[in-house]
């Protein structure tokens, strides 16, 4: 590709204007963080979407099951999309799918059989197989994407079998977009990494490399999978009773070489988890692992078996609550109870955020009295993505103008950019980017552009139910502090008629009841002297219109507050106002028996859309009644509470 491919269709095209010039590059997810890779191309009018995938919660995020990329930028752009290709069937790849079809169209999706086949079974499940049309392609396989974009899949060696490095022909020229790699020259399905290819694109010249930074920061070589053969074979040989191992579902490669051994250690193999029943039985259809039939035993059938011809293999890798080993681990799962003689094993290493929960696993299952297996020292586990010196391989094959270092947490990227300095490509060159960030480049130049919007959308179990930023802030409340009710009965002159009542749950708290149910009143009282002429709306004669969701929060906010500062607590407020009719008889304080020891002034605390507090209401000045001296001199001057409470009890029971 050569400088005069000036972009020919921002004149053509469906009628959208195209704003920018050259290609741009935006990250959608999958920078500074492991997971939820999504990645956009767009030039001129046209749209290409690389993968989409997933991420799982990290603590704290309650009630959420997955975690996707903010989409705005492709909901907004969505008549721009041509199409989408997808290197590998990872959930951190195609998990996201599904999801945005709900959204928008995908018009073709092009990828590896395996993966779709897996997303074909996502698609069913979330019912929208009739918004895209999927094609699957083999390795050196050329698609065309829109007018723009020319893709061939070239095959590469993963922990995923069928996966594959993107060559992205463009009018500015070819990028090359690695997907997840290592180099495995000797890869137990028999599938190189077709390294000719690479050095094709490589010898042509390639405009940009975006290459996958998981293990930046570990220097070497990644060890080939068949490196964990003869560790595990060791452990399942030597093992007196019943075998269990996990591993990650998808690791087809892992699994495997575990049912080869299987095989080899005369044990027959009960699968345990929705996964990996999955997983297996689609990568065996396909073809992509080959074990007969009577390997398997029906898990209620295997304890017929003799211990020692029995292997589980099960979900539970990453200490998950609800997977196999986990329950197995809590003498929850219905089936499988932990035996003194079982040789548990852990193929698989922690995901960084999940490490607490595989020891607390592991901790459990070793009291039980079994035999845990686990940790880098054994050599039962390889990583699927390439260190440093498989990324300098991948650098010095494509030889790249410019470089971005994508798939990685931040570090991650910093460590790869070193990396590819050390072999010539200067700094100006390269880019680290952040999710949301987009990368211009043109057939001389590399620039970061203005940035889209990128962030995190949080869906619950049903994968349909957006927990948004507020709900989850509240669950965290709920979580931390718990939750606080008040019950305010208000007249619709503005009365308090009622006490407040108060509820607390799993609210721990050095103030007792009537202490809270004091503090509730004084907000209550405070809200009608000061914000009931903005809150109730004279409709003229009849009763006023009164906002009592203002009302609500106006009495939440100023609690919440108030919790804060003398307890340093911060429960989930929720009060609910009951309306009483005008003329109510008032209820008579208690907040007045106590003095108020409020050190601050309360004047602009509210945080209600930039209104002022208000003056002394008018109808306080009409009807204003001497306040108790005490009670008025005690308070400070902006501390209306006291002597309102009293002035407005008086004009309520004048009118009535
Ligand atoms: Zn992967
Ligand atoms: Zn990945």
């Known amino acids: 590709m050569s400088s005069q491919n000036v972009n020919p269709i921002v004149r053509s095209g469906n009628g959208a204007k195209a704003k920018h010039q050259g290609l741009r590059v935006i990250p959608l ?46 909901r907004e752009n969505q008549k721009r999309i041509r199409g989408m290709v997808v290197t590998h069937g990872h959930e951190d790849h195609i998990g996201g799918i599904p999801h945005h079809l709900k959204n928008f169209n995908i018009p073709i999706i092009y990828g590896p059989r395996l993966a779709m086949s897996m997303l074909q079974g996502k698609m069913e499940e979330a019912g929208v197989t009739d918004r895209t049309t999927i094609q699957t392609v083999g390795p050196r396989d050329v698609v065309h994407v829109g007018q723009h974009f020319k893709v061939e899949f070239i095959r590469n060696t993963h922990s995923m079998a069928d996966s594959f490095t993107l060559a992205i022909t463009t009018p500015v020229g070819v990028v090359i977009f690695t997907g997840d790699f290592k180099f495995d020259h000797t890869p137990v399905d028999g599938e190189a990494f077709d390294l000719q290819r ?56 892992r699994v495997s070489m575990i049912l080869e051994l299987a095989m080899k250690n005369g044990r027959k193999v009960g699968l345990l988890g929705r ?104 050599g039962i586990h390889v990583s699927g993505h390439g260190c440093q010196e498989d990324h300098k391989l991948m650098l010095a094959l494509a030889k790249p103008k ?24 200067p700094a100006d060159h390269i880019l680290i980017i ?5 990368v211009e480049l043109t057939p001389d130049t590399i620039n970061k552009g203005e940035p889209v919007k990128a962030g995190i959308e949080l869906l619950d179990a049903s994968r349909n139910g957006i927990v948004d930023a507020r709900v989850l802030k509240e669950r965290q409340q709920l979580a931390e502090d718990g939750v606080i009710t008040l019950l305010a009965v208000i ?38 002297e000061n914000r009931w002429n903005q809150l109730a709306r004279n409709t003229g004669g009849k009763a006023p219109d009164v906002d009592w969701v203002g009302v609500q929060r106006e009495v939440e906010v100023g609690l919440q507050r108030r919790l804060r500062r003398e307890l340093q607590v911060d429960p989930l407020i929720i009060c609910l106002v009951q309306p009483a009719p005008a003329g109510t008889p008032a209820y008579k304080g208690r907040a007045d028996a106590e003095p108020d020891t409020r050190p601050a002034p309360r004047g602009g605390r509210r ?25 008025a001199s005690k308070a400070p001057v902006e501390e209306p509470e006291p002597t309102g409470r009293v002035r407005r009890r008086r004009s309520a029971a004048a009118a009535g």
């Open 29 to 74: 997810g999958g920078l500074h963080e492991i997971g939820k890779n999504t990645c956009v191309f767009e030039y001129g009018d046209e749209l290409m979407l690389v993968d989409a995938g997933l991420a799982f919660p990290s603590d704290g995020m309650h009630g959420v099951n997955v975690v996707m990329p903010d989409t705005s930028y492709l």
């Open 198 to 253: 690479l050095a094709h694109y490589g010898e042509q010249g390639v405009l940009c490399l975006f290459s996958d930074s998981t293990n930046a920061e570990i220097p070497g070589f990644t060890p080939p999978e068949r490196a964990v053969f003869p560790n595990l074979d060791r452990h399942i040989s030597q093992a007196e009773g019943r075998v269990i191992i996990t591993t990650f579902a998808s690791s087809i490669h």
């Open 275 to 378: 996964s990996m029943l999955n997983v297996i039985a689609k990568a065996r259809e396909l073809g992509y692992m080959r074990a007969p039939d009577d390997l398997f035993v029906p898990i209620k059938q295997i304890r017929d078996l003799p211990d020692r011809e029995t292997l589980l293999l099960m979900t539970g890798s990453q200490g998950e609550p609800l997977a196999a080993l986990s329950r197995i681990s809590r003498g929850e799962h219905p089936q499988v109870q932990v035996k003194s003689t079982d040789t548990i094993i852990f193929s698989a290493s922690p995901i960084p955020g999940n490490t607490i929960s595989v020891v607390n696993t592991i901790d459990r299952l070793m009291m039980m009295g079994a035999k845990v297996v686990y940790g880098k020292g054994e």
């Open 402 to 425: 410019f470089f971005v270092p994508v798939h990685g947490e931040h570090r991650m990227l910093v460590c790869h950019s070193k990396t590819a300095q050390s072999m010539g490509i």
């Open 434 to 438: 952040d999710n949301g960030d987009v």
């Open 491 to 528: 007249t619709t002159d503005g009365v308090m008629a009622a006490p407040p009542r108060v509820n607390l749950r799993g609210v721990v708290t050095a103030a007792d009841a009537r202490k809270l149910s004091v503090w509730a009143e004084r907000e209550i009282t405070w809200v009608l």
């Open 607 to 631: 945080d209600g859309g930039g209104r002022q507090p208000a003056a002394v209401p008018q109808r306080q000045l009409v009807t204003a009644a001497p306040a108790p001296v005490a009670a």
